[in-house]
């Protein structure tokens, strides 16, 4: 058969999803699978089972990441790599993560069933502790490959009941040997369920992943005078809130200003004293603002800055903007987006170029080798939800894409 007529076993991959969503079954058809619980080392172990029957050789590094290789013609070539995570959130779906996971399986189950040997040898990975629900911070595993954390950082996290990363991982039996660092890769892909409504919306099977949203979450402190809601003559008033009205519609103007992908959420609020007869002396507002694009994230921050500044000094009300975090914006590989662009339309799918809002292991991946992603439509865009959905038909496409887009890195 024409390298180019192959095509991965839809049935099959959707029997693996049924069968591994048995593991830490929900009563309403979603899945409780969080890291390094019991439900996570059932999964890990039929996974490393099958990825076994596949003819794979399975490593764990020490920070549980598996890594199933099959084997290629140039071993010493640097390998294509594929993955994503089989944890899940308390109340999880039955595909974020563990579709990528088998979807990679799939791509080395078809290899060998056509008795293709690719020139790469291809590694498909399971990221530990991608959620981040039972242990902070989330994309622990690849974090710790990519440099971004401490071993010894991530085996000291601990969960609400005090239980130690480092510990679980020894009681389930995936704290592994293999060093926890970068390995040379000469391209890495990872398909994932889109988390949101819209390749759904535009009837489109393939999102052509081009890089992750960058993120600044921000403290605003705004400081007044506390003082009587009666006696006090309105311009007598040093009230914060003459501050945080329009600056927080300022967040907004932002967001629109640097439409479609401009971001700016308003998800906390703490009012001093909070007494509703009292103009209150202190509002902390929370702002999380978003972008793909640096620079565009850069012009973001510099202008709502400039507006915090500019509206208390007219207000007299003292500011402070505190950088609470920063996720940088993600670029993925251009060379391996045309590949992945390519394949899908070789394939015949619809497709659409379109950034990632939410985080994915991908982000720490692209730090040390050539990433992209490929999204597929999930129904309602919903996700972290028991109720999540795909349709077979967009799975299957999703793992042809990629197995296409890896054979094509395979060769490379
Ligand atoms: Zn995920």
Known sequence: MLLSQIRIDSMRLSASLERFAQIGATGRGGCNRQALTDADREGRDLYVSWAREAGCAVAVDQIGNIFARRAGSDPGAPPVLIGSHLDTQPTGGRFDGVYGVLAGLEVVRTLNEQRICTRRPIEVASWTNEEGCRFAPAMLGSGVVSGAYELQYAYGRTDRQGARLGEELTRIGYKGELPARRRDYHA???????????LEKSAT???????????????????????????????????PWRVACPLISRAFELAAQHAPWGRATIGDLKVMPGSRNTVPEQLVVSVDLRHPQHAELTRMLAAFRQSAQDLAASHQIEVRVEEVWHMPPTAFDTRLIGWIEDSAAQLGYSRQRMVSGAGHDSLHVAQF???????????????????????????????????HAALRAAQD
């Open 188 to 198: 890495a892909f990872e398909v994932h369920i889109e988390q949101g409504p819209i």
């Open 205 to 239: 099977t393939i999102g052509v992943v081009t890089g992750i949203q960058g993120a600044y979450w921000l403290d605003v402190t705004l400081k007044g005078v506390a003082a009587h809601a009666g006696p006090t003559p309105m311009e007598m008033r040093r009230d």
């Open 369 to 403: 080798a050539p990433t992209a992603m490929i999204f597929v439509p999930c129904a309602g865009g919903l996700s972290h939800n028991e109720a999540e959905a795909a349709s077979a038909d967009d799975l299957a496409a999703g793992a042809n894409v990629l197995l």
